[in-house]
């Protein structure tokens, strides 16, 4: 009965060093695989905010457009009837004064 008793002491001994060295096994594995991963994301954050902020470059924001092609752009959206005649004029006038 003491032989049954001990082997099993010395069995649960052995499952227990077995987990724990499994368990820091991952605990390293983890360490080593969380900076990498961590850089990773930054930079993904980072670029993406970066991308964004270039595919938004139409000209209005940055008043790059010259006055002819907002003369143009405001005559196709008369054409289009997005703007009455007394609108049209108006921002024309807009325009030729601030240029």
Same mark, same amino acid.
């Given at each position: 009965? /003491? ?5 099993? =002491? ?7 060093? =077995?987990?724990?060295?499994? $368990?820091?096994?991952?605990? +390293?594995?983890?360490?080593? #695989?969380?900076?990498?991963? #961590?850089? =990773? $994301?930054?930079?993904? $954050? ?5 991308? %964004? /902020? +270039?595919?938004? &470059?139409?000209? &209005? ?7 002819? @092609? @907002?003369? +143009?752009?405001? @005559?196709? /959206?008369?054409? %289009?009837? %997005? $703007? ?8 024309? %006038?807009? #325009? #030729? &004064?601030?240029?």
């Amino acid at each position: 009965m /003491a032989f049954q008793i001990k082997r099993q =002491t010395f069995v649960w001994q052995e499952l227990s060093i =077995t987990k724990s060295v499994q $368990l820091d096994k991952n605990q +390293i594995y983890m360490k080593k #695989l969380f900076v990498p991963v #961590l850089i =990773t $994301l930054s930079s993904m $954050l980072l670029l993406s905010g970066c991308v %964004a /902020a +270039i595919g938004n &470059r139409d000209g &209005r924001h940055g008043g790059n457009t010259t006055l002819g @092609q @907002q003369l +143009i752009d405001l @005559q196709k /959206a008369k054409e %289009a009837g %997005a $703007l009455s005649d007394v609108e049209y004029e108006t921002e024309k %006038a807009k #325009l #030729l &004064r601030n240029k």
